[in-house]
């Protein structure tokens, strides 16, 4: 059916990658060489070629001979030739030489190359005609426009606003047939939400605007860039398409990790995380499998996505893939995974294309499970996607090395022999685990104290026999009254705790409060048929409310409990500060507040950061502290809110700024270390129309280089809460300064901000940091983000550095800097400068011996 097709290839893993995809088209003319000589030995006297498929693995000037020469061959002359560019090979695309009609990289063949032919036929005489060597150069051209092989690109006509031309990455991705899409209006497409099409396509900036793409399953979002090419002689406009999908972008790979890392850990937070990672992957098939060798059992499934119709799953036992990854073998098979279909009866019956298969290992790599993820077409792009899905698949490890400490709870004494519950023990380490999560998500929760009523007259007048049983029976109606979800613990003799999860409305807590209640009042039959009337008393306390740490939260929760006590017990009470003692405080605290400045009451601390690897001071944090003359130091995490309520914060803020800035430049001056200063602005700040003066007037006032402070924004800052936050912090780096996003991992709004903010460095929260070799959940969150913020070109400074282990941590990781009490804490200005003065001797003293 065709004149024939010509593969020149020295290597013979890429001639045979060829071959497997013209296998696959039917077509059976195909001749192989090794290079042109022998191309030329071959084709001697034979008809003109269909195409020719050139591996090119040298330099510019090695390309451009052997094209010549294959040109110079009758048959290859009218041919279309596509160059593969092998992973050896140095030149780069905008180097190939005229006779070229396309181009991929030797990592394409299996999932472009029909496609690029496809093109050439569709743009390209019939065979014979003089041009077809020639016809797809001026296209070829527009393609080296965009910054990425994998783009999402098409050529529309300026005039008539239609689809010209599109790249096989955008039918890939979307799942639309290509050759319907010839000719289509781009609006059938593309639509743009907030701005009209015709300012889309007359736009030359390459401003990115927000986008919807169609697909087969609906609309991707994400943003599309213009950009004005040729194409056929007229003017065209190429758009390039960019998801909002993990497996395309770094940044939102990098959001997606930091929600996987904050689903917790418990087997509802597994499915959670395992549901997240599948659909903001894009993939069409994800399992979390658990090993069980040290019972010899089958593996288990914990967790199973899937995008096609109900199947009849082979076993475990059945599954090839599977049972390697258990082995401990990682397999990653980004475009060739039906070749595995012969030996694995699940790929076959599910037809992936893109496959990859980790193994779940502790710290001491031993295998715990297996996580299994695949999608129909080829995975996107790799140097994104197999980094995010090992973090996955330390995440899910991490997960199965708590389940099975939990189920070992018992055996260690972390469960209470009589009921069953966790002790205290253990529920005072789950609390913490819960608190950190909450400060992580912004979840908010309640705690119950629950004590019985008279349980002493109980054990005294009937025995601890009849106590047990009352126990027991409290415990199954407990656990009857609340979610799978929520936490039931005994903490001591016949009192209880309980943690309800994911409140929406305090109202839903007491409602729970109230079945309790009326739960217990039920009559309790002992063994010799009498009856009991057991009551109890419960104080409630809310999270983070009533208070933001665990003993505080208890301590509340008990003395609600000891009001309900008060008020004739078999009820509930809510802990409650009395509200005209809370309105005093608050009104003396602000009232002191509005006269600290002018009293100078206010103090400005400095915390050094220093390198990592050489341990040298780079830069330092300026702190605000308020000195009450009778309270003393108020810590900023109280007074800086009443500022900010007051709107005090603008002239504090303003404060901090020139008091830091004076200070910098004086040290810049006596010293000569061009230290870094960095300093915070909050969000009412960030709204101030003259902010970008106040600086500029800062910096002019002081001297300070502008290139020296740096501004910090807090992550929980939202975006459109602060109308002018992106313009205002533009302008800040049109100043010269420079920008980090403060608190990074604890907000919900890493995508936006990496995208829309100047960001030149990310601070990593203390609370991850200082959980390193506590929680692994936490290290592989610090893990994650300092790997995604250098994709991303970003520094990363790590806050709250408290001891060795955090150091050898985050160096082995190659943070860029570090700031915390294992270097110094922060330091009002005469003792910074002491510290300044003694590591200026320490380098003389070195220096002179």
């Avoid at 020295?10 to 090794?34: K, P, T, Y």
């Avoid at 890939?172 to 781009?186: A, E, I, K």
């Avoid at 002790?423 to 819960?434: A, E, Y």
């Amino acid at each position: 059916m065709h004149a024939g097709i010509m593969v020149v290839a020295a290597q013979r893993e890429i001639r045979r990658a060829v071959f497997d995809a013209l296998d696959h088209e039917g077509h059976l003319a195909v001749h192989s060489a090794r290079d042109t000589t022998h191309a030329g030995i071959l084709l001697e006297g034979r008809s003109p070629l269909a195409l020719v498929v050139m591996v090119l693995d040298g330099d510019a000037r090695d390309a451009l001979a052997s094209v010549e020469q294959l040109r110079r061959l009758p048959a290859c002359v009218n041919a279309p030739l596509i160059a593969v560019l092998s992973a050896d090979a140095s030149l780069k695309p905008v180097q190939l030489p005229a006779g070229v009609s396309d181009w991929l990289y030797a990592s394409q063949i299996q999932s472009e190359l029909i496609a690029r032919w496809h093109r050439l036929q569709r743009m390209s005489p019939p065979v014979g005609d003089a041009s077809v060597g020639t016809v797809a150069t001026e296209a070829g051209d527009y393609r080296f426009a965009f910054d990425e092989m994998e783009s999402e690109w098409l050529i529309v006509d300026a005039a008539r606003g239609r689809i010209l031309e599109w790249s096989p990455a955008l039918v890939r991705r979307s799942g639309l047939p290509g050759d319907r899409l010839l000719g289509q209006p781009v609006t059938e497409l593309l639509s743009f939400p907030q701005t009209p099409i015709e300012q889309v396509m007359a736009d030359g900036s390459r401003h990115w605007h927000a986008c919807r793409r169609r697909s087969l399953q609906g609309f991707d979002s994400g943003e599309a860039s213009v950009r004005q090419v040729r194409h056929g002689g007229r003017d065209a406009v190429a758009l390039v398409f960019r998801s909002d999908r993990a497996e395309a972008r770094a940044e939102v790979a990098l959001s997606l990790l930091a929600r996987l890392f904050g689903t917790g850990s418990g087997d509802d937070s597994l499915s959670a995380a395992a549901t997240l990672l599948y659909e903001e992957m894009g993939l069409d098939y994800l399992a979390v499998w658990s090993a069980r060798p040290e019972d010899g059992g089958a593996p288990l499934q914990l967790a199973q996505c899937w995008s096609g119709d109900e199947q009849l799953w082979p076993g475990p036992q059945l599954q090839s893939s599977l049972r390697l990854v258990l082995a401990g073998q990682t397999m990653l098979h980004p475009g060739d995974a039906r070749r595995l279909a012969a030996v694995d009866p699940l790929l076959e019956q599910l037809g992936l294309s893109g496959f990859a298969g980790l193994p779940l290992l502790d710290e001491r790599n031993s295998v715990l499970g297996a996580l299994l993820v695949g999608t129909r077409q080829p995975f996107g792009e790799l140097a994104i996607i197999e980094p995010v899905l090992r973090c996955a698949a330390v995440r899910f490890a991490h997960a199965l090395e708590l389940r099975r400490t939990r189920e070992q709870g018992r055996a260690e004494g972390l469960l209470d022999a009589l009921t069953g519950l966790p002790n205290r023990l253990l529920f005072n380490d789950r609390l913490d685990t819960i608190i950190r999560e909450a400060n992580r998500t912004g979840e908010c929760f309640a705690m119950l104290f629950v004590d019985l009523d008279r349980f002493k007259t109980i054990n005294d007048t009937l025995g601890h026999a009849v106590g047990d049983q009352v126990l027991v029976t409290t415990t199954q109606r407990l656990r009857t009254s609340v979610r799978a979800s929520d936490t039931v613990a005994r903490y001591a003799g016949d009192e209880f705790v309980v943690i309800l999860r994911h409140i929406v409305k305090s109202e839903d807590v007491l409602r729970v409060a109230e079945k309790i209640v009326q739960v217990m009042e039920a009559p309790l039959r002992i063994d010799d048929g009498t009856e009991l009337q057991v009551t109890a008393s419960i104080g409630v306390s809310f999270f983070p409310d009533d208070a933001p740490d665990a003993e505080t939260l208890l301590k509340h929760a008990d003395e609600a409990m000891y009001a309900a006590k008060s008020l004739g017990r078999n009820n509930y009470q809510i802990y409650e500060v009395s509200a005209e003692q809370a309105q005093q405080q608050n009104m003396a605290l602000k009232s002191g507040l509005r006269h600290a400045e002018h009293n100078g009451e206010l103090r400005v601390f400095y915390q050094p950061q220093v390198d990592a690897v050489t341990e040298d001071i780079v830069g330092m944090e300026a702190l605000v502290r308020w000195e009450h003359p009778e309270l003393g130091f108020i810590g900023p995490g109280f007074f800086i809110p009443l500022a900010e309520e007051t709107g005090l914060i603008v002239s504090i803020g303003e404060w901090v700024l020139r008091t830091a800035c004076r200070q910098a430049q004086e040290w810049e001056r006596k010293f000569g270390l061009r230290l870094r200063l960095g300093v915070n602005l909050s969000a009412v700040q960030l709204m101030q129309p003259n902010l970008l003066e106040i600086v500029s007037s800062a910096l002019d006032e002081s001297g300070l280089d502008a290139n020296l402070l740096e501004m910090e924004v807090t992550e929980s800052i939202s975006i459109k809460a602060a109308p002018n936050l992106v313009e205002n912090l533009h302008g800040l780096h049109r100043l010269g300064c420079r920008i980090a996003i403060d608190d990074f991992g604890t907000g919900a709004a890493s995508l936006d901000y990496l995208r829309k903010l100047p960001a030149d460095r990310i601070k990593i929260d203390q609370s991850f940091v200082r959980n390193i070799g506590v929680d692994p959940d936490d290290e592989a969150i610090v893990r994650a983000t300092i790997e995604m913020a250098h994709r991303l070109k970003r520094g990363v400074v790590a806050e709250g550095v408290e001891i060795e282990q955090h150091l050898q941590f985050l160096r082995a990781n190659r943070c860029d800097e570090l700031q915390g009490y294992l270097f110094c804490r922060p330091l009002p200005t005469p003792t910074f400068e002491k510290l300044l003065l003694e590591r200026q001797r320490l380098l003389t003293a070195e220096a002179s011996s």
